[in-house]
């Protein structure tokens, strides 16, 4: 089955810096990447995604990018906030089953003022 | 967005005892449904894959007698964690999708068995 490794665990920015997530997945049939921010207790809320058929996609201060050939992608987020603060999790989806999701370990984004 | 409610949002249980959480999708119809565990400071993990409809698919090394999963419409999957003990306590989530869109979860069940 799927494998998606997430680093870092944790990572401490000042407010204004930038934050990049690295995940790399294992099975080269994954087509969809989404990450997720997701808040103690509350549910994962989607912050962007991409598909496999493209390689770079931003939203504003967010961006991710993809290499199918590596088989990694990575998060970006450009002058942090503190309210970006939070935990992190990239995914990986194989099919076209969206909803059924392979995720990373996690990042603990803290962003200081 | 489509909407995906779960219910309760926590629970208190003592031990050895059964506890029910439901997952209903409000204005879309979900053949299929995904029943994730997230224990503290850890990340999600799919336990189970319900089908509407047909038994239930389960990942390895979750125990399929312990969680039961149930749906039996299109719009709801419950999830009974029966004979509960302390270490079933977690938070879990549901979560359905529209096709090859992306996935909408619901509030997610804190569990507490004392």
């Known amino acids: 089955g799927e494998n998606v490794e997430q680093h870092p665990s944790t990572l401490s920015v000042q407010e204004g810096d930038s934050a990049v997530i690295k995940c790399t997945y294992s099975?080269?049939?994954?087509?969809?990447f989404p990450w997720y921010k997701q808040e103690l207790g509350k549910r994962p809320q989607l912050i962007i995604d991409?598909?496999?058929?493209?390689g770079e996609k931003k939203d504003q201060r967010i961006a991710v990018t993809l290499n199918k050939t590596a088989k990694h992608f990575s998060l970006h987020i450009t002058e942090t906030q503190p309210e970006d603060s939070a935990v992190y999790f990239c995914?990986?989806?194989?099919?076209?089953?969206?909803?059924?999701?392979?995720f990373g370990q996690g990042t603990i984004l803290t962003v200081h003022p | 967005g489509a909407v995906v409610s779960q219910h309760p949002s926590w629970v208190i249980c003592k031990s050895g005892t059964s506890v029910k959480i439901e997952c209903r999708s409000l204005?879309?119809?979900?053949?299929?449904m995904f029943w994730y565990r997230q224990f503290p400071k850890q990340s999600l993990m799919l336990m189970a894959t319900?089908?509407?409809?047909?038994?239930?698919?389960?990942e390895q090394g979750v125990e399929k007698d312990k969680f039961l999963i149930n749906h039996a419409s299109l719009t709801l999957s419950t999830l009974t964690v029966t004979s509960a003990h302390p270490e079933d306590s977690s938070f879990y989530i549901c979560?359905?999708?529209?096709?090859?869109?992306?996935?909408?979860f619901g509030q997610g069940t804190r569990l507490t068995v004392v």
């Open positions: 979560s359905a999708s529209l096709g090859e869109s992306e996935a909408f």
């Open positions: 099975d080269s049939a994954s087509n969809y």
């Open positions: 991409i598909r496999s058929n493209v």
């Open positions: 995914a990986a989806v194989g099919g076209t089953s969206y909803g059924k999701l392979t």
């Open positions: 204005d879309f119809q979900a053949t299929t």
């Open positions: 319900s089908n509407e409809g047909s038994k239930a698919t389960y």
